[in-house]
């Protein structure tokens, strides 16, 4: 029975840890395994292995000791423990990324940094000495934004170190000099159904606003991100992303008398809900575009003063306009409207 249960939980954590880390290439199952001829630890880029390498070096946190020293193209790094089991580990571990470096198999691709690092895997060289307790590296680029990249990232194992399981889900910027051009879009969700940094299920609690529209994630932290930088995970419009849904108020709550919220903005259109309240008056003006107006919720009316014409606005009432038609909207008492215009003719 509890050897069942202690089954489930194994198959639940690997689920857990596979998603956390994005360990990719799991069907490739290849046998890259290559000799570190350095006392027999374990080798290669085993996927289901090298998450259990991982998860015990953050289990043993603790135990574990290292030194960063930054030089002027790349770092050295001497990572140890007193404890054989937890050195057996850090070498596994070590030799394992050198040859996913190697092969170009990525892990914790939703990381920022991580994705950059394989990116550039070709620049980087990574030579791994086995000491008594643990492992020493010197790891070095003759690209000077490479450089800061393994930097990064030895800090970023640093903190791993210092945190243990409560730094997993972090997630790491690039460094500062990253050259624009080197930003690769690293989206993975629509942030409609599922999580543009993740690519997990969103959490509908959890969303932005984000270039007039909005936007759903899996966690804050993905929220954090995307509202840094939106252009690593945001396809910039609608050409790219099929399907938006807009947040509509379909009632009218509390608020200023004059309200306006974009809902949408793409090359083609624009779409505004307009709320009214105590009686409020959008004065005469006109639009270039030809538009729609729809109404929501409420009362009021729609005035074309040239034409001497009125129209009430009631939900469900839904009208266009012309280009340069003079218009004025009043709220009896409150009205609530869905304008879309029309920006490419
Ligand atoms: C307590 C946790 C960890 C320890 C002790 C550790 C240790 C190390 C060490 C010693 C290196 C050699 C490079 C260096 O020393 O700077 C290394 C490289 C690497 N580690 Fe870890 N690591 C940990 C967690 C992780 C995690 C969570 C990931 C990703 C899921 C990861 C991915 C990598 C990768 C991709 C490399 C090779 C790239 C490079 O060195 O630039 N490590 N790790």
């Known amino acids: 029975m509890s050897q069942n249960i202690n089954k489930r939980l194994n198959i639940s954590l690997s689920i857990l840890l596979l998603t956390a880390f994005g360990i990719s290439g799991l069907a490739q199952g290849q046998g890259q395994s290559q000799g570190n001829g350095q006392g027999g630890m374990g080798m290669g880029g085993n996927q289901p292995q090298d998450m259990q390498t991982i998860h015990a070096l953050f289990g043993d946190h603790q135990k574990i000791s290292r030194t960063v020293k930054n030089i002027a193209n790349g770092l050295e790094a001497v990572t140890e423990s007193d404890d054989p089991k937890v050195q057996a580990l850090i070498k596994e571990h070590t030799w394992a990324m050198k040859v996913r470096l190697k092969n170009h198999q990525p892990i914790r691709q939703w990381d920022p940094l991580f994705a950059a690092l394989f990116q550039h895997a070709d620049k980087i060289k990574l030579e791994v000495t086995n000491t008594a307790k643990g492992v020493k590296v010197l790891e070095t680029?003759?690209?000077p934004y490479v450089v800061k990249l393994i930097q990064s990232h030895a800090?970023?194992?640093s903190e791993h170190v210092k945190e243990g399981m409560s730094s997993m889900h972090k997630r790491h910027e690039l460094p500062d000099a990253a050259p624009k051009a080197e930003a690769k879009f690293l989206g993975k969700g629509d942030g409609v159904m599922t999580c543009p940094v993740t690519g997990e299920p969103v959490d509908k609690n959890i969303s932005a606003e984000i270039n007039g529209r909005t936007v759903y994630f899996c966690c804050a932290n993905c929220r954090d991100t995307v509202v840094k930088n939106p252009e690593l995970y945001l396809k910039p419009n609608s050409a790219e992303v099929t399907m938006n849904v807009l947040k509509l108020q379909t009632e009218i709550g509390a608020g200023k008398d004059k309200q306006v919220e974009l809902l949408f903005e793409g090359a083609q259109r624009k779409i505004q809900q307009i709320t009214l309240r105590n009686r409020a008056v959008l004065a005469a003006h006109k639009a270039a575009e030809p538009i729609t107006i729809q109404c929501i919720a409420g009362?009021?009316?729609?005035?074309?003063?040239?034409k001497?014409?009125?129209?009430?606005?009631?939900p469900g009432v839904l009208l266009t306009l012309e280009p340069n038609v003079m218009h004025e909207v009043e709220a009896l008492p409150a009205v609530s409207i869905?304008?879309?215009?029309?920006?490419?003719k």
């Open 308 to 314: 001497g014409e009125t129209i009430e606005l009631r």
């Open 141 to 143: 680029s003759t690209d």
């Open 155 to 157: 800090a970023s194992i």
């Open 299 to 306: 009362k009021g009316v729609i005035r074309i003063s040239e």
């Open 338 to 344: 869905l304008l879309t215009r029309f920006t490419e």
